[in-house]
C-alpha cells in the first residue's frame, strides 16, 4: 500500500501561482511512476502531468504545458506540482496518484490515489 497526503491547495486570483505537494508513505516512492490529476465540478477527472521513477521524464497535457511543472524528490518521498500563470478553468481537485508502471498517462492504470486538494482560481 502507498498512502498519498496532497497539500498546498487554497484560493488564488487569476495569473497567481501554487505549489502542490503529495507525500508518500508506506512503500519505496521511488519505485512508483506518479501523476497529477484533476476534477472540476460536473466533469470527470483528467490527467494533468506525470513523472517517471527518476524523475527523468515529464509529461503534461498540453492545456497546462509551459505554466504547470511536475518534480518530485525521492529522498524527500513527494512530488510536487508547480503551477504558474493560473487561469479560473484551472479551477479543480487536484489529485497525485502512484502507478507501479515507470512513466503512465493513463488513468485507469493508476494505482494509488491521495484525497485531493482544492484549487480555486478567481478571475
Known amino acids: 500500500q502507498v498512502q498519498l497526503v496532497e497539500s498546498g491547495g487554497g484560493l488564488v486570483q487569476a495569473g497567481g501561482s501554487l505549489r502542490l505537494s503529495c507525500a508518500a508513505s508506506g512503500r519505496t516512492f521511488s519505485n512508483y511512476g506518479m501523476g497529477w490529476f484533476r476534477q472540476a465540478p460536473g466533469k470527470e477527472r483528467e490527467f494533468v502531468a506525470a513523472i517517471s521513477r527518476s524523475g527523468g521524464s515529464t509529461f503534461h497535457v498540453d492545456s497546462v504545458k509551459g505554466r504547470f511543472t511536475i518534480s518530485r524528490d525521492n529522498a524527500r518521498n513527494t512530488v510536487y506540482l508547480q503551477m504558474n500563470s493560473l487561469k479560473p478553468e484551472d479551477t479543480a481537485v487536484y489529485y497525485c496518484?502512484?502507478?507501479?508502471?515507470?512513466?503512465?498517462?493513463?488513468?485507469?492504470?493508476?494505482?494509488?490515489w491521495g484525497q485531493g486538494t482544492q484549487v480555486t482560481v478567481s478571475s
Open positions: 496518484a502512484a502507478s507501479r508502471a515507470d512513466f503512465n498517462l493513463r488513468l485507469l492504470e493508476y494505482n494509488y
